[in-house]
């Protein structure tokens, strides 16, 4: 089963060290880490349940935790960069607080939606916030949409209908 954790640091150096932590005694592939603004570090991994769960347990301070597991295929295929997709009748963009919440959400969306991923952007050059666009008919990326709202906090989010073909060299 595979299994995404995803932590943020207030501060860099706290940040760097538990990484190398996790590093040295996790069996995880790591998809990305690095700083965010405003002087945040963050990282995610993903592998099997067991392995994210026993590298969390690694971490040394205090940190914002989110392990999901069982997460979509999907997703996987996202932070390996295997999803490129066409862009549909309809796009949507959510916005969120947090690198935690976005992905917890694009889980949640592609498991219970007919949408696709065009992008997903975790935290840098953005003030540590994070978004994703989604493409797909516009019944099915408006429930996608709308989902998050009782469930995940979230900035903002808009709804696109007929999209022009060149936006997705601007998303």
Avoid: Q
Wanted: hydrophobic share 35%.
């Amino acid at each position: 089963m595979k299994t995404i954790g995803v932590v943020e640091f207030n501060n860099i150096p706290n940040g760097i060290k538990n990484l190398d932590l996790v590093l040295k005694k996790s069996d995880v592939k790591i998809y990305k880490a690095g700083v965010t603004c405003p002087g945040k570090y963050y990282f995610i991994i993903y592998g099997d349940n067991e392995d994210v769960k026993s590298a969390f347990e690694e971490v040394t301070c205090e940190a914002k935790f989110e392990i999901i597991s069982g997460v979509s295929n999907k997703v996987i295929e996202i932070l390996e960069r295997r999803n490129k997709k066409d862009l549909g009748s309809s796009m949507g963009i959510i916005e969120f607080f947090t690198i935690s919440e976005s992905v917890k959400a694009l889980d949640m969306i592609l498991k219970g939606n007919t949408v696709e991923t065009l992008k997903l952007i975790l935290g840098n050059g953005i003030a540590g916030k994070s978004y994703f666009v989604i493409t797909g008919d516009t019944s099915s990326v408006t429930e996608a949409i709308n989902s998050v709202d009782e469930k995940i906090r979230y900035r903002e989010k808009s709804l696109i209908n007929n999209p022009s073909e060149n936006i997705t060299k601007f998303i």
